[in-house]
Every structure is written in structure tokens, then in C-alpha cells.
């Protein structure tokens, strides 16, 4: 099966679980800026675990040369088939020609096609995801964005009938007005308690400066004592504070090392969060403890198997 992209959108990626165990070597991460939504997307279109998708931005169009079993998720996500809206969070059963189109309400949050099969593409240190600044991944591997034009193809089983769905209460959540969660690092010392006061009393603007490197945040600028230090290792969520006091949230392609001190990390799940929100919209922060981190994640997991039965 051959999937045209008709239209990229702002921008389109073929993304998968990610480099894991690659950061000794030089590369990031990388993988799905919205992991719960991804991982979703491949659920429902009856795929296994750590199957490439795509990563859309803006309004993307598609249209596979066979029958195709799909699932769209992401932030307030629309799905059309041949202009027909079709539901989001479930098993969308295409014909050969139809044009599915998808796109997320809110310019510039991500949203996720997965289609069911095995996707001939690059696999380079085990993964598919494309990274534009190490020149990796993706269609041919040269690290570019999903171009009007290419074809994606995909090797089809035979199509299982079988229809899934998740309930709308069970959708990932991207309230704002919840605050993320914040785990302290051993840098908290630097940080005064005034400090710390500041950023969890605040409210911090997403800027224009963001993308899947690092969400660069506006407001309240906070200081450590750390003046000089070497650069080490740089973790998903974590929270860097610059000489200007503004915030800098590292995401999934970022660098692998980084020299400016850090107060702590964002949780794995409100990374899904922070990752859908747009420039202009505003975010909170409250201290959580790592235990109370890890239970949440554990939960979470157990939710994911529970709704699944698997």
C-alpha cells in the first residue's frame, strides 16, 4: 500500500517511540512530542507498540492506493474522509482513493495519523523519527518533513475488522488550568526559596520561540546561584533557567547536553501537556514528588491495560 501525502500541513513528520539509549552517542531522543496520544493512535488502528505515524501541524491530507484501517488522536483533533467528519479516537476504516484529511483545532498542537501495517521506512539506530538537525530519519532518512508529493508505503496484513474506540472521558486531557507537575532536581539547592516561590506562584507565557527542541516560557524570571557550570546531560521535561531567568522546557529533540543549570524536570505525562499547547497560552507549575511522579506514570500505564484488556 502506497499513502500519497496530498498536502503537509505546517508540518508533518514520521515519528515512532523514539532512539532509546542513544544520548552516549550523540543523539537525542526524539519520538512523539505527545506520547499518550501517539501511543493511542497506534492502539486504535490496530497496530504494536512503537509503530512509526505521523505528526501533523496545520491542516494535512493523505490518500492510500488500498483499503487501510487508521486512528486519528491528538488536541482537539478533526478527521475528514473524502469531507465527511468521522470520529477521532477510533478505528477509521478508509477505502482505496478516499481522502482523509486531519488537523487540530488549535494552530500548531500536534496531531497523529497512525495507519495499521508495517511502514517500509528507514530504521536508522532503531528508529524511524525524523530529526531535521541530525539530518536522520524519516522518508529517505536525510532527516526532512513529510513533502507534498511522497509516497509512504506500508506493508498491509490482512485487515482485522475488529473496531476499536476509545470513550470520550478516557481521552487525554490538556486542561491548562490544571498545573504541571514539576520534580526538583539535585540543582533545587542553587534556587533560593524566594526562587522557587516565584515560578510556582507564577503564570509563564508559551512563547513563540518553541519547537521540538525546547519550549522557551515568558514571565516571572527566576535565578540560581549557579553561575558557571560544565555542560551534562540533558533530560526530557527538563526545566533550564537561563542568565535572562526565563524558563526553557527541553522536549524530545533536545540536545544532548546542556550548561545551564536546571531546577527540576517536567513530568513524562504533563510533557503531553506542555507539548500541545500553542504561543500564547499560559502555564502553571506545582512541586511533585518523584514517588508521587512515578505512581501517576504507573497509574496511567495500568489505565492504558485496563481499557485495552491487554
Not at 476504516?93 to 488549535?106: N, T
Not at 539547592?189 to 508559551?206: D, G, I, M, Q
Amino acid at each position: 500500500m502506497k499513502v500519497s501525502v496530498e498536502q503537509n500541513g505546517l508540518l508533518s513528520l514520521i515519528i515512532d517511540s523514539g532512539r532509546q539509549g542513544k544520548q552516549h552517542q550523540g543523539f537525542c531522543q526524539s519520538g512523539p512530542m505527545d506520547e499518550e496520544a501517539y501511543w493511542w493512535a497506534n492502539y486504535l488502528a490496530g497496530n504494536h507498540e512503537g509503530t512509526p505515524c505521523i505528526e501533523v501541524m496545520g491542516r494535512a491530507e493523505f490518500i492510500c492506493d488500498a483499503n487501510a484501517h487508521m486512528a486519528a488522536t491528538g488536541r482537539s483533533v478533526l478527521c475528514t474522509v473524502n469531507g465527511q467528519s468521522v470520529s477521532p479516537f477510533e478505528t477509521i476504516f478508509a477505502k482505496s482513493g478516499d481522502r482523509v484529511c486531519i488537523e487540530s483545532e488549535h494552530m500548531g498542537s500536534k496531531a497523529y495519523l497512525a495507519i495499521q501495517g508495517k511502514w517500509c521506512v528507514p530504521t536508522p539506530l532503531t528508529s524511524a523519527s525524523t530529526v531535521s538537525r541530525e539530518a536522520i530519519g524519516g522518508l529517505e532518512n536525510k532527516g526532512l518533513p513529510l513533502a507534498a508529493g511522497d509516497k509512504v508505503n506500508i506493508e498491509a496484513p490482512t485487515l482485522r475488522s475488529a473496531h476499536r474506540a476509545l470513550a470520550t472521558e478516557h481521552w487525554p486531557q490538556y486542561d491548562l488550568s490544571e498545573p504541571l507537575a514539576l520534580i526538583l532536581g539535585y540543582q533545587e539547592a542553587s534556587f533560593s526559596a524566594l526562587n522557587k516561590a516565584r515560578l510556582f506562584s507564577s503564570e509563564y507565557k508559551v512563547t513563540n520561540n518553541i519547537n521540538r527542541m525546547g519550549y522557551r516560557l515568558s514571565g516571572t524570571p527566576i535565578q540560581s546561584g549557579i553561575s558557571k557550570m560544565r555542560s551534562e546531560a540533558i533530560h526530557i521535561g527538563a526545566m533550564q533557567i537561563p542568565p535572562d531567568g526565563q524558563p526553557i522546557v527541553m522536549m524530545r529533540d533536545r540536545q544532548t547536553l546542556g550548561g545551564y543549570p536546571k531546577l527540576g524536570s517536567v513530568s513524562l505525562l504533563d510533557v503531553n501537556r506542555l507539548a500541545q499547547t500553542v504561543p500564547g497560552e499560559t502555564v502553571t507549575f506545582i512541586s511533585q514528588h518523584y514517588d508521587d511522579a512515578r505512581a501517576a506514570f504507573l497509574l496511567n500505564w495500568q489505565k492504558r491495560l485496563r481499557l485495552t484488556g491487554e
